[in-house]
Structure formats: C-alpha cells, structure tokens
C-alpha cells in the first residue's frame, strides 16, 4: 500500500494551536499566562492570534521570549477587514507574519487582505465560517487562503457554531485545495480551551518549519484521536488510530463507506462504497477521514486528492 501524506513523511507530529488570545485584545489573561497555559496542557506550540484592528493598536504579539527547546510559538494575528457578503466583518487567521504587518488601509478589502498576508509568507485561514456566517461566495472571495477553520472550540462551546466543514466541502466541490485546522480561539472568560488543535509533521520544532508543514497541508487535525498511519492501495484504505468507535470516509456526494464497532485501533476500508471505485472516471476526486472516538471526539484528515497521491 502508498502511505499517504504527512504520515509518510519524516519527522514527528508536533500538537498546536493557531487561534488564541490575550488581553492583548479581547482574552482574559496576560499575555505570558495565556502562552504558558498551552506550554503546561503539553501543546508543542502556540500562536497568539490577536485582534488585529485599531481598538488594540494593531497587535502582532512577540512571543518569541516564550520559545525554548522543547516549545515554541509562531508570529501571527486575527486580521480583520470589512465587509463580507452579510455585511461582517472579515476575520482571517494568518500565521507566520512580520511583526511590523502593515495595518490594512481603510479601503481594503478581506480578499485583499489575505493576499498581502499570504505575500508576507503566511499561512492564511479562513476562521470560524458558521459563526460568521460566511457564504459560500465569501469563501471564494478569498482565494489567497490556504484552508478553512473547520472545528473553532470557542465557537462550538458558546453559541454551538464552531463547524466549518459545510464551506470547505463546498469549496472542494468546486476544484479549490484547500485544508483544515482546528483550533480553540480560546479567550480564557469560559471553557474555550483545549477543545480542538492541530497535528503538524515535521522534522523539527523550528517555527520555519512548523510554518512550512502547514502551507504544504502535512497536518491533521483533532479534538483527541491520534491518527498514526493512513496508507491507500486502489480502492483500499488502510488506518490505525487511537480506540475509536467509528472512522468514516465521505467525498464529494451524500455517499460514505467506513468502519464502525467499539475499541477500533486499525481498519481497511473499501473505498467502492462511497459509489463508484475511487479508480474510475466518476469517482469523487477528493476524499477526508473523520475519526470519533467513544467520547465523540474527532480527528480529522486533511482533503487526499486522487491525483496528488
């Protein structure tokens, strides 16, 4: 069988999130308190996702006092420009930014802004969709994003919209390759938390590469499963995980095949039951894995694209 990526990569998956704040902008703890609480809950790294808008002087949190051998933090913020198709504002997760990030000018745009991140080296994700409300024409506004925040804790735990994958299913449906992070988006003023991250494959803890790994899409995403391989021989795939109780695989129709029981720790599923073969002409050209757990925590795959294997 042809593992698949990142899980055929070297290195090791590093545990972090891209989505937080402190009282920087609009987070409860200070700046330090906030980055340690990842540091103590056995997160590898962290970014401080910070408002970045006027009313907190335009925020770019300097973590780097914070990184050592064994934890580290990627520069980044929540950019924010007007207006999206139902009037919101625009909020854009970028990771890897210089910390003199230019403010955006009164008339740019949230597409526009995302370009210029992305020009800046970052990796550009499109946060919390349901709670935003975003269309699925918003989403193809933004063309210079790398993925879409599909599970967003803080969203989820407070107001019950913290999905994100009815945009990227969508967008995918439409050609466009893009991946999925989890996150907390954590402000520390409830349980918002340690709910959703993301598992990064690389060779080192260097922010350079952590950063790398995430614009070449080589991470899965979780709320507690551990995918430790995935490999795909035709129509057969082959999974091993941490005990869960379901592993489902969907594409780009109503269709799924997958493997449900009690304790799973590894599983070969027919990919022909999804509708067609995964080898003809009419297959679905993208696939994703979802993992649940008996405590119905989920892992996630990024999008496996037939042609890319």
Same mark, same amino acid.
């Given at each position: 069988m042809a593992d698949i990526a990142p899980f055929s990569l070297k290195g090791r998956f590093w545990r +972090?999130? %891209?989505?937080?704040?402190?009282?920087?902008?609009? +987070?409860? %703890?200070?700046?330090?308190?906030?980055v340690e609480a990842y540091k103590d809950a056995g997160y590898d790294f962290v970014q401080m996702s910070e408002h970045f808008i006027d009313r907190y002087r335009w925020p770019v949190?300097?973590?780097?006092?914070?990184r050592s051998n064994r934890f580290t933090t990627l520069i980044g913020a929540e950019l924010h420009a007007m207006a999206t198709e139902v009037g919101e504002l625009w909020h854009i997760v970028a990771a890897g930014l210089p910390l003199d990030f230019e403010p955006p000018a009164p008339d740019e745009t949230g597409p526009e802004l995302a370009a210029r991140a992305t020009a800046a080296g970052a990796f550009v994700g499109i946060a919390h969709p349901a709670w935003s409300q975003l269309s699925i024409g918003d989403g193809n506004a933004l063309t210079a994003?790398?993925?879409v925040e599909i599970y967003n804790h803080g969203c989820f735990v407070e107001v019950d919209r913290g999905d994100g994958w009815y945009l990227l299913d969508q967008l995918l449906r439409q050609g466009r390759r893009l991946t999925a992070f989890a996150t907390d988006d954590a402000h520390f003023k409830s349980d918002d938390a340690f709910g959703g991250w993301v598992h990064v494959k690389a060779e080192t803890l260097e922010p350079?590469?952590?950063?790398?790994?995430?614009?070449?899409?080589?991470?899965y995403s979780s709320q507690g499963p551990q995918i430790h391989e995935l490999a795909i021989d035709g129509d057969e795939l082959w999974i091993a995980s941490s005990p869960v109780n379901a592993?489902?695989?969907v594409g780009h129709n109503s269709r799924s095949a997958g493997r449900y029981g009690r304790a799973i720790t590894e599983a070969r599923i027919d990919l022909g039951m999804l509708g067609k073969s995964w080898t003809e002409v009419k297959r679905s050209p993208w696939i994703r894995i979802v993992l649940i757990d008996p405590a119905g925590k989920r892992a996630w795959t990024n999008p496996i694209w037939h042609d890319e294997r």
């Open positions: +972090g999130n %891209l989505h937080t704040h402190s009282n920087l902008s609009d +987070g409860a %703890l200070p700046l330090d308190r906030a949190a300097d973590t780097r006092p914070f994003a790398h993925a350079e590469a952590l950063l790398e790994a995430l614009k070449a899409g080589q991470y592993i489902g695989v």
